[in-house]
């Protein structure tokens, strides 16, 4: 069972504690943030990243973001607030855990507002704990819900990391992982390096090789000829948005996996806390896509990879339409989204 704590409180509480995940797997940083400046800049940059770790990172950052404005008026306070929210908020489009927690905490003031800014902060630094807490028993429920699902023997293809880096547990997508090799299952895993910024082969293959699970990283094409030989018997992703229709968005590639896998008929499961579900986004249509700068595809393995002018797309996120996912894994327990549970074992037949 991975002991990692992508995102805590720094002793004392002044500042929020991350895994600064963009120097990994070299070197294993952590990072003190105490300013909006840098809470901003961390979720941005993506030294603190997945939909979860980003939604409990902004909590946690929205309290430390306006500890230090506590003297001020009420009204000032109350504006320094509001004006920290959003500029949180702002940072990724994409995942709705971001926008959840801020909801979240915002009430939360609301509810706290007595005129006493210095109250209304240790509200917050309460709330954000109960975010906290409550992703992590979340992650703990999503792996024992998908524990059935990954029988003794699996070999499974997972996508991006939605594991403990990405949330405040033992991960989403990865949590059944765990949870079934420390029921003495044989598991092994498969991820996809997930370019352009490698989440995939940086940071699945760095927890999963840490806690002693047999992990093999592919490149981005690679999956699909791996399932027609029969070697994957099941895809387990995460998701930074599920749409009321059950559209997942997830990292840029997502999708090419799904319609492998559809094409197979092996099982595609998506793995998500409740605050992923986004009830008023009717569609995967309408969710927005985060589009990232084109230089981490021209410049992303250290060296110019593309001609200097060419023209690029970045996005950061795809959508898997719900016809593609067998089912959603989630804290409250499996929805089966359609119908299709693919082949016992891997391959088109
Ligand atoms: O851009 P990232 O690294 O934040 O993207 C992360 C993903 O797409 C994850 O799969 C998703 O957030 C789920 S993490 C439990």
């Known amino acids: 069972m991975p002991i ?3 995102v805590r409180w720094a002793p004392g509480g002044g500042a929020v504690r991350i895994i600064d995940q963009t120097a990994l797997p070299d070197q294993l940083v952590e990072r003190d943030l105490t300013t909006l400046d840098e809470v901003c800049s961390a979720i941005t940059s993506l030294s603190v990243r997945g939909a979860p770790a980003i939604g409990v990172a902004a909590a946690m950052g929205l309290v430390v973001s306006v500890a230090r404005q506590a003297g001020r008026p009420p009204s000032e306070f109350r504006a ?7 500029r949180i908020r702002a940072t990724r489009p994409t995942a709705a855990n971001l926008g959840w927690a801020l909801d979240r905490m915002l009430a939360r003031a609301r509810e706290a507002d007595g005129g006493n800014p210095s109250a209304v902060v240790e509200a917050l630094r309460a709330e954000a704990g109960m975010i906290l807490e409550e992703d992590r028993a979340m992650c703990r429920r999503i792996g024992e819900h ?8 699996s070999r499974v293809l997972t996508h991006c990391n939605a594991g403990a880096l990405a949330t405040s547990g033992i991960g989403t997508a990865l949590a059944p992982v765990y949870l079934a090799v420390e029921a003495g299952r044989r598991v092994e895993v498969f991820v996809n390096e ?13 927890e999963l090789s840490r806690a002693g699970i047999p992990v093999t990283v592919l490149t981005d094409g690679m999956a699909a000829s791996l399932m027609r030989a029969g070697r994957i018997d099941l895809c387990l992703v995460g998701a930074d948005r599920i749409a009321a229709n059950h559209d997942v ?5 997502t999708y090419a996996v799904a319609v492998a896998a559809g094409y197979h008929r092996i099982p595609f499961y998506v793995a998500a806390p409740a605050s992923t579900f986004d009830p008023c986004t009717g569609s995967g249509d309408a969710i927005e896509i985060e589009h990232r700068p084109a ?11 593309a001609p200097e002018g ?13 016809e593609l ?15 299709r549970q693919g082949a016992a074992r891997g391959g088109r037949g």
């Not at 023209?311 to 795809?318: K, L, Q, R, S, Y």
């Not at 067998?326 to 929805?335: E, K, N, P, R, W």
């Open 295 to 305: 230089a981490e595809v021209t410049h992303g393995l250290g060296r110019r990879t």
């Open 4 to 6: 990692i704590e992508a």
């Open 325 to 339: 996912i067998t089912a959603i894994v989630s804290d409250t327990g499996l929805v089966w989204v359609s119908g």
């Open 146 to 153: 998908g524990l059935p699902l990954v029988p003794d023997g």
């Open 310 to 322: 060419v023209a690029v797309h970045n996005p950061a996120f795809d959508v898997t339409p719900h």
């Open 80 to 86: 320094a607030l509001d004006g920290a929210a959003e």
């Open 194 to 206: 997930t370019r352009p910024l490698l989440q995939g082969s940086r940071l699945t293959a760095w």
């Open 249 to 253: 968005a997830n990292k840029i590639g």
